[in-house]
């Protein structure tokens, strides 16, 4: 990522014995409270660097693992303790590292059965983080509001992962949604931002990047899944940000666009009609119509918003979505006009958006994402 960070990771590198010591001291958690759907993304706790290294003498962890646990990209050589780099797969969709490694806030990495039921904490995944992300009902119990809405994230035996969640009737009006999600990257924000409730560090070394340096920005899914009890207000969705400046370096990254793609969607979320048409995206063999757009989004009205719907809501997805074909959208068209190339890439979220009397299962298998041609996939401990 940048220099400071490596330059910190190198640190920890040099003494695996006080690896500890490396440990950023976790941001103060805030709750996002935007109150509308631009606010859907932000949430979470302290989250990994991607390459961390491993325990006990394990050496560096592998960068990405394919589905069937073939080393995509090794995050470095073995350690000078001796160790040597992580293989296998779990399930057929993360990795697994020879040992546990520690994230710099702290968490300990993951393993198959691991769960949290906390609200806004997550789950280690070496290059990512699960986010048990609460942030709607949270603002709605603070607003005075009785909303019970029980969630957890997971990762499974098989090693896919997965949440639960059960939001009974908050009395919201569609603007507060729940966001369990699997983060790649970090938030747009800033590192003294107050709407930063994800670390001020990213999962990985591969983002942020500057758009004029992206020559492929990807993602792989093999199947994310929604399994509903109750139906009303849901949707599965993948989305990106886009920030003026490094989030990693500046207290205030000035957060530009936040572009949001719809997969599934419930009627209660359709009920929201789409204020333009007109502008398509084909990504991965798959056609994205925008939808929703916005030049005032978020607390104070301050970045973008663009919100693109697949031809028709499915409760599933599998396939690739092409990133910089998005971003290629946005650059040409006359949204983009005039906006610079030297703006970053921050993160990239899959998740589903759970508001009032909805309640079921998520399920996400075999995803990775890809950067420049460097692919990496969840990885967890033994």
Not at 142 to 161: R, T
Not at 167 to 181: Q, V
Not at 324 to 345: E, P, T
Request: aromatic share 8%; glycine share 14%; charged share 10%.
């Amino acid at each position: 990522m940048t220099k400071s960070t490596l330059v910190s990771l190198t640190a920890c590198l040099s003494s695996l014995l006080s690896l500890a010591s490396c440990s950023a001291q976790k941001a103060a958690s805030s709750t996002c409270n935007e109150g509308d759907p631009g606010c859907s993304a932000v949430g979470g706790s302290t989250g990994a660097v991607g390459g961390s290294t491993s325990m006990g003498g394990s050496g560096l962890s592998t960068g990405g693992l394919s589905a069937n646990g073939t080393i995509l990209a090794t995050g470095g050589a073995p350690s000078a303790a001796g160790g040597k780099v992580g293989t296998g797969g779990a399930g057929g969709t993360a990795g697994t590292t020879s040992g546990v490694s520690v994230d710099p806030g702290g968490k300990a990495q993951a393993k198959a059965g691991d769960k949290t039921s906390t609200a806004n904490d997550y789950l280690n995944l070496g290059n990512m983080r699960l986010i048990n992300n609460n942030w709607g009902s949270i603002a709605l119990q603070k607003a005075g509001k009785s909303c019970n809405a029980p969630m957890s994230v997971n990762v499974n035996s098989d090693g896919s992962l997965g949440w639960t969640f059960n939001r009974g009737n908050c009395g919201d009006d569609g603007s507060h949604p729940d966001y369990p999600e699997l983060e790649f990257g970090v938030a747009p924000f800033g590192t003294t931002s107050s709407l930063r409730t994800t670390p001020a560090f990213s999962t990985t070394s591969l983002l942020p990047i500057q758009v004029k340096n992206i020559q492929s920005a990807s993602v792989s899914i093999g199947n994310f899944a929604i399994n509903l009890q109750s139906n009303t207000n849901w949707n599965l969705n993948i989305e990106f940000w886009l920030s003026k400046l490094d989030p990693l370096t500046n207290g205030d990254a000035q957060a530009y666009a936040e572009i949001m793609g719809l997969w599934g969607w419930s009627a209660g979320a359709a009920d929201w009609k789409c204020n333009v048409s007109g502008q398509s995206v084909t990504s991965g063999g798959k056609s994205y119509n925008l939808c929703h757009q916005s030049d005032s989004w978020g607390t104070g009205g301050t970045w973008r918003f663009f919100q693109f719907q697949a031809s028709s809501s499915q409760q599933s997805f599998a396939g690739t979505v092409d990133v910089k074909a998005f971003l290629d959208w946005f650059y040409n068209s006359s949204y983009g006009s005039g906006v610079s190339k030297d703006y970053y890439l921050t993160r990239i979220e899959i998740g589903s958006e759970i508001d009032d009397t909805t309640s079921g299962t998520c399920t996400l298998k075999d995803i990775s994402f890809t950067i420049n041609g460097t692919t990496q996939g969840p990885l967890l401990a033994k």
